[in-house]
T-cell receptor, first 114, second 113 residues
């Protein structure tokens, strides 16, 4: 157990639907990162939050949004889902928004869009 | 971030040292070298990072050449559980606002019995 909790572990949904993925960071970590991993794209950075504020953005689609709440948990919202959104979604956390602190990843949410 | 180049795959015998190379010839002075690994479909796991000096922790050793253009991750006594994709990433450790680690394709290390 890495200390980063992601729920749900698996999610199957239909095209056009909307889902919310949840991440609870490791105790004491203020920064949260979201990554998408599909078979053909590898690990792609989506977005980063630090203490409730957005700090960095990757190639996140406009259909996707995220936020970090006052209790530091984060949610990634995916809407108007397409078949190509099927992927593993990982959340990572760190003490501060700096990679030299080392990121701790959760076990991921496997999203299947049918 | 500086581009990193890793071999797509490597094999290692169980109990032997695994030496995973990484080329980062365009690395800048403030960029660290980070190593992560991912065991099949699990979340990536931080291994080690360094700037100039060699580093060692309970998992591995990181050897960075004097010119910083390449590095080697060493797993001293590889076990079957070390079979994973290993990612080498060059990125600045602090300063600025761009803290996103960019993962490439990595090296699939297969430890054989």
């Amino acid at each position: 157990d890495s200390g980063v909790t992601q729920t749900p572990k698996h999610l199957i949904t239909a095209t056009g639907q909307r889902v919310t993925l949840r991440c609870s960071p490791r105790s004491g970590d203020l920064s949260v990162y979201w990554y998408q991993q599909s078979l053909d794209q590898g690990l792609q950075f989506l977005i980063q939050y630090y203490n409730g504020e957005e700090r960095a953005k990757g190639n996140i689609l406009e259909r996707f949004s995220a936020q970090q709440f006052p209790d530091l948990h984060s949610e990634l919202n995916l809407s108007s889902l397409e078949l190509g959104d099927s992927a593993l979604y990982f959340c990572a956390s760190s003490v501060a928004p700096r990679p030299d602190y080392g990121y701790t990843f959760g076990s991921g949410t496997r999203l299947t869009v049918v | 971030d500086a581009k990193t180049t890793q071999p797509p795959s490597m094999d290692c015998a169980e109990g032997r040292a695994a030496n995973l190379p990484c080329n980062h010839s365009t690395i800048s002075g403030n960029e660290y070298v980070y190593w992560y690994r991912q065991i099949h479909s699990q979340g990536p796991q931080y291994i080690i990072h360094g700037l100039k000096n060699n580093e060692t922790n309970e998992m591995a050793s990181l050897i960075i050449t004097e010119d910083r253009k390449s590095s080697t991750l060493i797993l001293p006594h590889a076990t079957l559980r070390d079979t994973a994709v290993y990612y080498c990433i060059a990125h600045q450790g602090s300063g600025g606002s761009n803290y996103k680690l960019t993962f490439g394709k990595g090296t699939l290390l297969t430890v054989n019995p």
